[in-house]
T-cell receptor
């Protein structure tokens, strides 16, 4: 198993542009998480899904952020419009056992 | 709301010296605590969880409810222990939601 797969690995965009990050969880895992990592705030949970249903989106910063999980093998995190303060590493993780998360390699976003 | 505090951003020790990575939490109930580790060029991964009471790669962590701490310890640091370490908390009945600390970079020097 290749583990959790995220794309793109790196994204550089200009302020105001739409950004879409993608994630393929480990097959059979029924939880999917989106985290954001910054130097100042560390790892912050943005949203998580269970069986494709959003359970907790209280960490989503504002309406510019949205996440979907149309099926068990794919999720997207969209930022529209993007702002420089959105620059961070975005991690996707999946889980089958409570508390044991498997992380992807992350998508490093730079908004100019 | 629960919070996890890792007071040290960077901890530097010599090889063979004892290591203690500090983690304090604020939560009124009985949470479950975890340590995650990210080695250079590797993915963030689970190192240990307090309910398993295991020693992983020589590391142990004891939950101290009185001091609300979950410090990670190893008696003799090895060069390969150099990594970023995150403490995390999950509250009972909180689904599968982990709250992470800001992390401590451990550097083991020769």
């Amino acid at each position: 198993d290749a583990g959790v797969i995220q794309s793109p690995r790196h994204e550089v965009t200009e302020m105001g542009q739409e950004v879409t990050l993608r994630c393929k969880p480990i097959s059979g895992h029924d939880y999917l998480f989106w985290y954001r990592q910054t130097m100042m705030r560390g790892l912050e949970l943005l949203i998580y899904f269970n069986n494709n249903v959003p359970i907790d989106d209280s960490g989503m910063p504002e309406d510019r952020f949205s996440a979907k999980m149309p099926n068990a093998s794919f999720s997207t995190l969209k930022i529209q419009p993007s702002e420089p303060r959105d620059s961070a590493v975005y991690f996707c993780a999946s889980s089958l056992v409570i508390g044991e998360l498997f992380f992807g390699e992350g998508s490093r976003l730079t908004v100019l | 709301a629960q919070r996890v505090t890792q007071p040290e951003k960077l901890l530097s020790v010599f090889k063979g010296a004892p290591v203690e990575l500090k983690c304090n939490y604020s939560y009124s109930g009985s949470p479950e605590l975890f340590w995650y580790v990210q080695y250079s060029r590797q993915r963030l991964q689970l190192l240990l969880r307090h309910i398993s009471r295991e020693s992983i790669k020589g590391f142990t962590a004891d939950l101290n409810k009185g001091e609300t701490s979950f410090h990670l310890k190893k008696p003799f640091a090895q060069e390969e222990d150099s990594a970023m370490y995150y403490c995390a908390l999950m509250r009972p009945g909180g689904g599968n939601k982990l709250t992470f600390g800001t992390g401590t970079q451990l550097k083991v020097e020769l």
